[in-house]
């Protein structure tokens, strides 16, 4: 309470212009009080018609009166403000441009803070009051603020607008009912509205759960962005320790092989000098006896020279420099040649692998449907090896290498009891599920053969089609007998037309909703394509029928995404290097 009575007293010493605390407060002839600047500044505006008035009352003022600070106003106000009352800012008080202004204010117009429907104006707390008051105005209906007012007038009678015309579906008065719109089928605007909201909430739950459908795929999505982003750190991860690998054992290689070219170096250099020190030796000595010889040609005494002759030609004889072979050395350029030849292999290697690299990137776009493969080395870049589940074969199935390939057979087969089984039809499904884009081929013999994908959920001992592939829709067919091709979805039969051959291809786009049968020879034929939408995982199958020893097997194909995997092929790098550099040395 005391608090609600310090409200009004502030409000009393508020001026009706800026809504703040009065400063140098002036009272004009009337009596209403306002800040010196804000009548001023108001009355200035009204120089021009020379009609000057209050802001309140609306009282005119010929000539413009004189103002006076009213100094007792001014001493209570300065009293409020010590005990650290202050007047409701302004910003929070005042309507702005974007905000719904009370009907009521005079002056600068307050916030509203509700507007009735039944008086279609808007109220701010102040004026709002007597809505809490007056039991007649207590009945009427208020709601939050609004500037479309003036939308629930009838633009022709000016009454409100309380009656929809369901002939003309819009809101009419009272008066439109009975001239322009007489004879529609009418309702009251109340009633229309109810209708309105059960079928604005259906709405509101179909968006609800498309929004809870598309949080899923964004969820999804993300799971799927930090796959991929979890995938490429750890292949980059990988990879610079597989090329840190390489270089460390270049840099040891490199260390080996000059070490021992310089040990090689070593070791021939010392044979050369010594070499070439018996050489400087040989010569030095034929030199001594070249001297003596010469002496020995220049002495005239003649029975001197007959003494010497005999023992300094035998000398002569004794040194054979034919026993001394000097040939060019050639030690080091074939090391040479067959380490640039190493080189030459190793960028070959390189140039292939960044090409395997960019074949096996991770496809990244996952919101955009991607083009079928146009060749068969396209569809086999998505091969799927595809192995027989034997919980799920019929009994009449023998399954053999290494659960690839089926065979029709008179004798029952020794499986275990299991609830996956076929027991009616001659089936199998695979033990992988299948999702994203997968291609496998399938080789059959005998007189047809069914080859199919189909949900795990398949139905499997029942005697009617829900557990046959094609005649439900948990699964789809193509049926390849000896002249023709039929495929089959959910018990709907549309024939196919290609060549015969004896290996059908299958393509899968899962998240597509894409299923392509192909006839498989030296070229690739487009049996039957399917467009829909997967919704769980799918499941490779076949079915053998017609006569025993049918057979169908799963093809190994040459080409697989692992044999180009960035890490296998780094790991032949470093293998092959090894080994070419331990050749060499």
């Not at 208020?142 to 929809?164: A, G, W, Y």
């Not at 190793?346 to 449907?369: F, H, K, W």
């Not at 067919?477 to 495929?487: D, G, I, K, P």
């Not at 017609?546 to 296998?568: H, V």
Request: hydrophobic fraction near 30%; charge should be neutral; charged fraction near 25%.
């Amino acid at each position: 309470m005391e608090l609600q009575g310090n409200q009004l007293d502030q409000e009393k010493f508020c001026c009706s212009i800026c809504l703040d605390l009065l400063k140098d407060p002036v009272t004009i002839p009337c009596g209403h009080s306002y800040c010196m600047n804000c009548i001023k500044t108001h009355w200035d505006g009204e120089d021009q018609k020379k009609l000057h008035s209050c802001p309140q009352c609306r009282q005119i003022f010929i000539p413009r009166p004189v103002l006076m600070k009213n100094t007792m106003l001014a001493d209570l106000v300065e009293e409020l403000k010590k005990t650290g009352l202050q007047a409701a800012s302004a910003d929070h008080c005042y309507a702005g441009p974007e905000d719904v202004a009370c009907d009521f204010c005079t002056g600068r117009k307050l916030k509203a803070v509700k507007s009735c429907l039944v008086c279609l104006v808007s109220y701010c707390e102040k004026h709002l009051q007597p809505h809490y008051d007056v039991p007649q105005l207590k009945k009427h209906k208020l709601v939050e603020p609004s500037k479309k007012l003036q939308d629930n007038i009838c633009s022709r009678h000016d009454e409100v607008m309380k009656t929809f015309c369901s002939t003309d579906q819009q809101c009419i008065c009272y008066l439109c009912e009975k001239e322009e719109h007489k004879g529609h089928d009418t309702v009251s605007a109340a009633a229309e509205r109810t209708e309105r909201q059960r079928e604005l909430q259906l709405s509101r739950q179909k968006i609800q759960q498309r929004i809870q459908d598309r949080e899923k795929d964004v969820k999804v999505l993300q799971q799927e962005v930090e796959a991929i982003s979890g995938s490429a750190d750890k292949a980059v991860e990988d990879s610079e320790k597989i090329f840190t690998q390489l270089i460390r054992l270049m840099e040891k290689r490199s260390s080996d092989v000059k070490q021992q070219i310089r040990s090689q170096q070593e070791t021939e250099v010392s044979r050369v000098k010594e070499l070439q020190e018996k050489l400087e030796q040989e010569i030095t000595e034929l030199k001594r006896k070249d001297a003596e010889l010469k002496q020995l040609s220049h002495t005239e005494d003649h029975t001197q020279f007959l003494h010497n002759y005999p023992s300094l030609s035998r000398l002569c004889e004794s040194t054979d420099s034919s026993s001394i072979n000097i040939r060019p050395l050639r030690y080091f350029e074939d090391v040479t040649a067959a380490v640039s030849e190493l080189r030459d292999k190793l960028q070959d290697i390189l140039r292939e692998t960044r090409t395997n690299i960019s074949l096996t990137e991770t496809e990244v776009n996952v919101l955009l449907p991607q083009p079928e493969p146009k060749t068969r080395a396209g569809f086999v870049r998505y091969s799927q090896e595809i192995t027989l589940d034997p919980n799920t074969a019929n009994t009449r199935l023998l399954l053999s290498e290494g659960n690839r390939k089926a065979t029709l057979t008179d004798q029952q087969q020794s499986y275990f009891s299991h609830p996956d089984r076929f027991t009616s039809c001659y089936q199998v499904l695979s033990t992988e599920s299948l999702t994203g884009r997968c291609y496998w081929e399938v080789e059959w013999r005998g007189k047809g053969v069914s080859v199919a994908v189909a949900y795990k959920n398949i139905s499997r001992a029942r005697s009617s089609n829900e557990c046959v592939f094609g005649y439900n829709d948990k699964s789809w067919a193509l049926y390849c007998f000896q002249n023709s091709y039929t495929f089959l979805h959910n018990n709907i039969k549309t024939p196919a037309s290609g060549p015969q051959s004896s290996r059908l291809g299958v393509y899968l786009d899962h998240r597509a909703g894409i299923l392509s049968f192909y006839s498989v020879s030296e070229t690739m034929t487009l049996l039957h394509r399917v467009q829909t939408t997967f919704i769980q995982p799918l499941h490779a199958g076949l079915w053998l029928h017609w006569s025993c020893g049918a057979t169908a097997e799963f093809c190994k194909l040459r080409y697989t995404k692992m044999e180009l995997e960035p890490w296998r092929i780094s790991l032949l790098m470093m293998i092959f290097l090894q080994m070419s550099v331990e050749f060499l040395c």
